[in-house]
């Protein structure tokens, strides 16, 4: 028995002592389970491993258990052990598929980071994590910061998104400390600018430009204090350049601007055919009215895509440019998104035809290229959505076959991967002669969302139970009392909380709807997971009741049981893939616009009504039948034209089919 083995049943049964009895249990069988039998279990699942990594990982799960005491026992509830995890992780590592387990389970892996902090792949993982999310990854930086590898992975994050980074520039901070000990001279920089503007400024923003020595660090504080067209423009000087500094920084600004020019145009959605709804974009350029298009993706309304699109292609024809042209002038920055949001709007082969054929085919051909992507699945989704919309047989053969090519000639399995789905996703729409690597893709299974099994929405208490999160403001207390008001019939029993409400159903299936509190926000929503908790009741439905900037807030209670999310705004790529990352078999419910009460609250009535009678959920009977009882209210059925179910969101179904083969490749 080796060292660090001794180590660890020293521990186990200094835990098994808390309680006073030594009897290998715990006073809550769920922690006995875990640190008994499954600790047992995974050190005889460790001596599969060399003796170099299994040292190390048995001295991880010391370190792990030494932390273990009274407090913890009673103050922790674990839904989902981590060691649950680490046994998958274990799994993999037999099949050598441990980087493809971290890639495929990213929430999982930070769970599990201080067990796996000196595996080979562990590095690995974290700079791909950086260049996705490195809020993320400086948010877990104290359970890696002991790695030799902690400083190339702390310079890649803070140089990615210093914004993020800055809101550690204090104290003894380990993200401050270590970047200041950092030989990097980007990394110096960042310090510098703190030092001269504070963590206020939004220099940050251009650190691609004060980098390069365009624009001095007080110049930049001053220009984003401005905040008006020529920070912007700076912001997408920035953007032009694919490996730009603080890209993750400065796409959010230009997110958040493009929002304020875009929520006043969504507001006078009641008169779209009035041209002058979009009068105050009238003075902006080609390049700038692109922009505002792909940075406010996640809330622009479909009668304000439709107008902005038709003056960005006036200012095209102004310009004297092609469509072409206008992305080749932009760098071709978020050029695959924005041909996702046109073919979401049927516009994509409209803006194609404004192109010359052999601008079009160099395009496509730089479109179908996935393998220099520095987000592979966002850019495979992106020319999915596309693919569903192109009616046109000859575009249709041009990105066939160069799909049937690059799947051939790649040899970086996960691209391989994105490739054969594709083809996989639209053998129907196939325009040529059936070869081999067709069938081949035909073989995947593809992710069906058609359907919601009622086992499945009432997990293993038999209790269907929803979380609704209601925020504080004007919507958000109008939405919370219409809402209750849906629910008193005969049917329902309302429960007023101090601190939440509770819906319960009278008679069928046990359903139990919890809504927060709008005045009351985080401390609401926090005593209704302790309520929970403390009866061991599992949550199958989230539900967000809020605009677009409250939903990352929202998405903090997801958990690997949800089985169905309803959004307030359509979410959009990064979205779905934090909820399919957090809640893997999870389906979504969207809309383009705003959600409504006016469809929000018959489309969760109807829902579970059907859940507590029991049945499956059909997704496109459900939704055919809720369209023809909406019919009869004009303003609700046209806002629900807008709204997306799950068998219809292609981006859900590709990734989750994508993420279930990733593991395997």
Same mark, same amino acid.
């Given at each position: ?199 206020? /400024? &939004?220099?940050? #923003?251009? %650190? $691609?430009?004060?980098?390069? =020595?365009?624009? +001095? !660090? *007080?110049?930049?504080?001053?220009? @984003? ?120 709007? /049927? &516009?994509?082969? #409209?803006? %194609? $035809?404004?192109?010359?054929? =052999?601008?079009? +085919? !160099? *395009?496509?051909?730089?479109?179908? @290229? ?93 209790i269907h139970t929803e979380l609704h999160i209601f925020y504080d403001d004007e919507d958000g207390r109008s939405s919370y009392v219409s809402f209750l008001n849906t629910f008193k019939s005969s049917k329902w029993k309302i429960e007023y909380q101090s601190n939440f409400t509770i819906i319960k159903s009278i008679k069928g299936k046990r359903v139990e709807l919890y809504l927060t509190n709008p005045t009351l926000g985080h401390t609401s929503a926090s005593s209704i997971l302790a309520y929970l908790n403390s009866k061991n009741q599992d949550l ?47 389906q979504i419910i969207s809309t383009k616009q705003i959600g409504s009460y006016l469809v929000n609250n018959p489309l969760i009535l109807r829902l579970v009504e059907n859940i507590n009678s029991g049945e499956d959920i059909l997704w496109e009977e459900f939704w055919l039948s809720l369209g023809e009882k909406l019919k009869t209210k004009v303003l609700a059925f046209e806002k629900f034209q807008e709204y997306q179910a799950p068998h219809q969101n292609l981006g859900a179904s590709f990734i989750r089919t994508y993420k279930s083969y990733q593991y395997?490749?």
């Amino acid at each position: 028995m080796s060292k660090a083995q001794n180590f660890i049943d020293f521990q186990q049964r200094r835990i098994d002592l808390l309680d006073g009895v030594e009897d290998k249990k715990c006073s809550d069988s769920l922690f006995s389970s875990i640190y008994f039998e499954q600790i047992d279990r995974i050190q005889i699942e460790l001596s599969e491993l060399s003796p170099n990594r299994k040292e190390k990982m048995e001295f991880a799960i010391y370190q792990d258990l030494y932390r273990i005491n009274t407090d913890f026992l009673n103050s922790h509830s674990i839904q989902a052990s981590k060691y649950n995890y680490f046994e998958e992780y274990l799994k993999a590592c037999s099949q050598n598929k441990q980087l493809q387990y971290l890639y495929a389970y990213p929430e999982h892996a930070y769970q599990i980071l201080p067990l796996i902090l000196y595996e080979e792949h562990t590095s690995t993982f974290l700079e791909s994590e950086a260049n996705k999310d490195a809020s993320l990854v400086l948010e877990n930086y104290a359970s890696f910061f002991e790695a030799a590898y902690s400083s190339k992975i702390l310079s890649l994050a803070c140089q990615n998104d210093p914004i993020a980074a800055k809101k550690y520039f204090y104290g003894k901070q380990l993200v401050y400390t270590d970047l200041k000990k950092s030989d990097d001279k980007i990394d110096q920089l960042i310090i510098e600018i703190f030092n001269a503007v504070g963590r206020n /400024s &939004k220099a940050y #923003n251009l %650190l $691609e430009l004060i980098a390069h =020595e365009k624009i +001095s !660090i *007080l110049e930049a504080d001053e220009l @984003s204090k401005e905040n008006d067209i020529h920070y912007f423009n700076a912001l997408l000087s920035c953007a032009r350049n694919p490996k730009a500094l603080a890209r993750q920084s400065f796409t959010e600004e230009l997110e958040y601007i493009s929002l304020q020019k875009i929520r006043p145009i969504n507001a006078l959605y009641e008169v779209h055919m009035d041209k002058n709804r979009f009068s105050s974009l009238a003075v902006n350029n080609a390049e700038q009215i692109y922009s505002f298009i792909i940075y406010s993706e996640e809330e622009i309304f479909t009668s304000s895509f439709n107008g902005i699109y038709d003056l960005l292609l006036s200012k095209i024809k102004e310009e004297n440019m092609s469509s072409y042209q206008l992305l080749e002038k932009l760098g071709f920055n978020e050029y695959g998104n924005f041909l996702k949001i046109c073919a979401s709007y /049927s &516009k994509l082969q #409209n803006f %194609l $035809e404004r192109m010359s054929p =052999e601008e079009k +085919s !160099i *395009l496509l051909e730089k479109f179908v @290229s996935l393998d220099s992507s520095t987000n592979l699945l966002k850019d495979a989704v992106c020319l999915a959505d596309c693919i569903a919309s192109i009616a046109d047989s000859t575009t249709l053969m041009v990105l066939e076959t160069s799909l049937i090519e690059k799947s051939h000639l790649c040899e970086k399995e996960e691209v391989k991967l994105a490739y054969d789905l594709l083809l996989a996703f639209f053998s129907s729409k196939s325009v040529l002669t059936k070869k081999p690597s067709m069938q081949e893709g035909a073989l995947f299974e593809i992710c069906n969302l058609g359907q919601l099994n009622k086992h499945a929405l009432f997990g293993e208490d038999s209790i269907h139970t929803e979380l609704h999160i209601f925020y504080d403001d004007e919507d958000g207390r109008s939405s919370y009392v219409s809402f209750l008001n849906t629910f008193k019939s005969s049917k329902w029993k309302i429960e007023y909380q101090s601190n939440f409400t509770i819906i319960k159903s009278i008679k069928g299936k046990r359903v139990e709807l919890y809504l927060t509190n709008p005045t009351l926000g985080h401390t609401s929503a926090s005593s209704i997971l302790a309520y929970l908790n403390s009866k061991n009741q599992d949550l199958e439905v989230l539900v967000h009741r809020g605009h677009s900037f409250y939903l990352p807030s929202s998405l903090e209670y997801l958990n690997p049981q949800i089985k169905l999310v309803i959004l307030g705004s359509c979410g959009g790529y990064n979205k779905v893939l934090d909820i399919l990352n957090k809640a893997p078999d999870a389906q979504i419910i969207s809309t383009k616009q705003i959600g409504s009460y006016l469809v929000n609250n018959p489309l969760i009535l109807r829902l579970v009504e059907n859940i507590n009678s029991g049945e499956d959920i059909l997704w496109e009977e459900f939704w055919l039948s809720l369209g023809e009882k909406l019919k009869t209210k004009v303003l609700a059925f046209e806002k629900f034209q807008e709204y997306q179910a799950p068998h219809q969101n292609l981006g859900a179904s590709f990734i989750r089919t994508y993420k279930s083969y990733q593991y395997k490749i």
